[in-house]
């Protein structure tokens, strides 16, 4: 209920977090020259290797809401592309173009249609 909160370690600055459940969650970060996305499944006593996401910061990380069957996931970055994920986060490619800038700001959000017709 908001009252207790608990300290966890993670591999980089956070620009970006989607959270699975109490154990599993991805974050999403920046080394200066690539987007990354690292996943823990034990709390964030350890992450896995790191899926490169472009080469811009990353601004949202969005979970399929067929996550725990498909296992997919959109990654936002700060110059208007977006990118794919079908493997549970090991490997993210270019979805579509580039979105055009507007104002001077790309940085995007991403989710997904819930009910396809």
């Known amino acids: 209920m908001g009252k207790i909160f608990s300290v ?10 989607s959270v699975v459940d109490g154990n599993t969650w991805f974050v999403g ?16 006593i350890a992450y896995a290797s790191p899926a490169l996401a472009g080469s811009q910061s990353l601004v949202a ?3 399929s809401p067929g ?4 296992r997919t ?3 936002g970055n700060s110059v208007g ?9 090991s490997n993210f490619g270019l979805l579509g173009q580039t979105l055009p ?7 995007i ?9």
């Open 73 to 75: 996931i959109l990654a």
């Open 8 to 17: 966890r370690l993670v591999p980089c600055a956070v620009d970006t977090l």
């Open 101 to 107: 800038l507007a104002a001077g700001i790309g940085n």
């Open 29 to 44: 970060g920046h080394d200066t020259s690539k987007g990354l996305i690292y996943q823990t499944t034990n709390g964030g």
């Open 61 to 63: 990380v969005a979970l």
């Open 67 to 70: 996550y725990s069957q498909d």
């Open 81 to 89: 592309q977006v990118y794919l994920s079908q493997d549970n986060g």
């Open 109 to 117: 959000s991403v989710a997904f249609e819930h009910q396809i017709q």
